[in-house]
T-cell receptor, first 112, second 113 residues
Framework: KAGVTQTPRYLIKTRGQQVTLSCSPI?????VSWYQQTPGQGLQFLFE???????NKGNFPGRFSGRQFSNSRSEMNVSTLELGDSALYLC???????????FGPGTRLLVL | GENVEQHPSTLSVQEGDSAVIKCTYS??????FPWYKQELGKRPQLIID?????GEKKDQRIAVTLNKTAKHFSLHITETQPEDSAVYFC????????????FGTGTRLTIIP
């Protein structure tokens, strides 16, 4: 099976812009979680989606949002970008909510 | 919320020796503890995980031990090899798998040939 894929892999934006990142889970996986990875804060949980519904949310401002489609693909959106949003954004998929998570390669976002 | 502390932040061991990384967690309700390995520029990859109803789990050169009373768990790598060099993250969650993973801050392991 193909692994988790994320697009785009790299992105450069300027402050104030918005960005949409995409995640395609492993075929058959229904749960998708998003994480932000930075050198200073490490890996931090953003949110989790299952059956097109957000099931969990981390401690991030409302500028961070996401959604999941009927085919389990997920997108996350960051509005009004700030310099501190520069990070590697990872999504992880699992078969169901109580299964092992497998990570995608990430989208590296640079905000200038 | 859950807090996971990981030590040491860096670790260098001679090839062939053993490496041990330790994590402590704060929420006694946590019941799932995975370990991920992340090589430079690559995605985190699950290397081993353990549930709270098990005290130890082993997979070839890698083992994880869990002490629920003390709320800590450890990763043991024996007979280390150069390809073991990477950053290792521990994590904890309350609902096996997807009650959001809380990660430790990572340990950079360097194997010295």
């Amino acid at each position: 099976k193909a692994g988790v894929t994320q697009t785009p892999r790299y992105l450069i934006k300027t402050r104030g812009q918005q960005v949409t990142l995409s995640c395609s889970p492993i075929s058959g996986h229904r749960s998708v979680s998003w994480y932000q990875q930075t050198p200073g804060q490490g890996l931090q949980f953003l949110f989790e989606y299952f059956s097109e519904t957000q099931r969990n949310k981390g401690n991030f401002p409302g500028r961070f949002s996401g959604r999941q489609f009927s085919n389990s693909r997920s997108e996350m959106n960051v509005s009004t970008l700030e310099l501190g949003d520069s990070a590697l954004y990872l999504c992880a998929s699992s078969l169901n909510r109580r299964e092992t998570q497998y990570f995608g390669p990430g989208t590296r976002l640079l905000v200038l | 919320g859950e807090n996971v502390e990981q030590h040491p932040s860096t670790l260098s061991v001679q090839e062939g020796d053993s490496a041990v990384i330790k994590c402590t967690y704060s929420d006694s309700a946590s019941n799932y503890f995975p370990w991920y390995k992340q090589e430079l520029g690559k995605r985190p990859q699950l290397i081993i995980d353990i549930r709270s109803n098990v005290g130890e789990k082993k997979d070839q050169r890698i083992a994880v031990t869990l002490n629920k009373t003390a709320k800590h768990f450890s990763l043991h790598i024996t007979e280390t090899q150069p390809e073991d060099s990477a950053v290792y993250f521990c994590a904890a969650s309350k609902d096996f798998g997807n009650e959001k993973l809380t990660f430790g801050t990572g340990t950079r392991l360097t194997i010295i040939p």
